[in-house]
Structure formats: C-alpha cells, structure tokens
C-alpha cells in the first residue's frame, strides 16, 4: 500500500464504526458540534506531546508508508488526522455500549429526534 | 523526559481531569469499561499493524523495551490516556449541554435574570 498505509488504517476505522452511527444510531455525528468541542482538549495535549516527542527523538515516521507530507514541527498530516479519527471512534463505542446495555454514563442519554 | 515518563504522568492527569476536574467519574462506570475493552483490542490491532510494518520507530533509549503485539507498552497508556480524556471530555460536554437544555425546556416563563 506503500504511502497510503498509515491513511487507509485511518479510513478503515471509519468504516468499521460507521455502522454504530448508521445502523445503531448513536448519534455521535449527529451531535459534530460537541463532538468537536470534546476531541478540542485531547486534540490538543496530544499533538503537543507528539511534537515534544518528534523533537526529542522519542519516535519518528516513514516516508515511505505516509503521504509525506509533514506539518510544521516534523508531524505527519496522517497523525494529525489520527487524533481526531481515534477519540471519534472512541465516542462511537462508548455511545454503542451504552446504546445496547443501557448503562449509566453520567449524563442524560441523547433524546431521539433531537 | 522520557516516552516512559510521560505515559506515566498521562494516565495520572487523566485521571485527575476525570475524577477531580470534569467530575465525571468514567473511570468508575461500567460503560466506560465495557467501551474501553472494545477500544483497547482495536488499538492493539492497529497500533500493532503501524508498528510492526514500521510506520512508526521509536529511540530505544526513551522506551523500557517490553512490546505487546510489536508496540511499546507505553503505547497502551498513552492510548490510555487519550481514549478516558477524550470520553470524559464528550460527558462532560454532554452533561452540560442537556443540562441546559432541560433547564430551557421544562420552564414556562423566561429563565431567571438572577444569574
């Protein structure tokens, strides 16, 4: 797959949680602006300490398996996107959970229609 | 600091937001859990895969050296850290947003001026 590897494993996380949204309804696209504001502080504090990380050499990346394409301060655009693909297929499941046992999760469940 | 030691700090912020800041306790709930596990066997996979194929390299020397399923094990704290900020984050903007809603909703005359 050479330098779209890192891309399609993202794309695949898509597509194998996309039946929660489609199928079992969760809600959690529906609802992109809190989605948004929720990935905002993980987002954050994570391409920060990738950052950290690519400066101190604690870990690198292929050119030949990514795009190519980096951001400023060495981080591939496919990492970037993977801490906005990651937390949505996080919520998916935890909405998905919650959807089939009906466990608690400390706030009101998503009202249908809404 | 090394990759080891921030993983380490992570999981205990984390923890701190969840139980101290955001208050929404995620980390004591079954559905978290239950959510998490799921999670966690999907990161294995795909951490697995971006590490084995070599996607990612890491330093030796900022790592303990024991891997599971070809990642460092620091991955999975990180990984840790990232799915219980993100989740903690999403009830707690949910929490707040039906909140008010409900508060909007269920009254008939115009939300009290006194705050």
Redo the contacts between chains.
Sequence with gaps: MGHLTYLALLAGCLVVTAPLELVLRVRVYARWRRLLLAVLPEFVVFVVWVLYAIAQGHWDYSDELTLGLRLPGGIPVEEVLFFLVVPLCSVLALEAVRRVTGWDAGYPAEEAGR | M??ST?AVV?VVGVLVVDLAVYR???VT????W??YA??VV?QLL?NG??TG???????PG??WGTRIAYAPVEDLLFGFA??T???A???????R???AR?RGLDTDTRPSSTR
């Design positions: 090394s990759y921030l992570a929404t306790r995620m709930r079954k559905v978290f239950a959510a799921i999670i999907f795909m895969v971006l194929l070599d996607v990612v390299t890491y330093d900022a790592i990232m799915v900020l993100t989740l984050s999403w009830a707690a903007v949910n929490r947003a039906n909140t409900r």
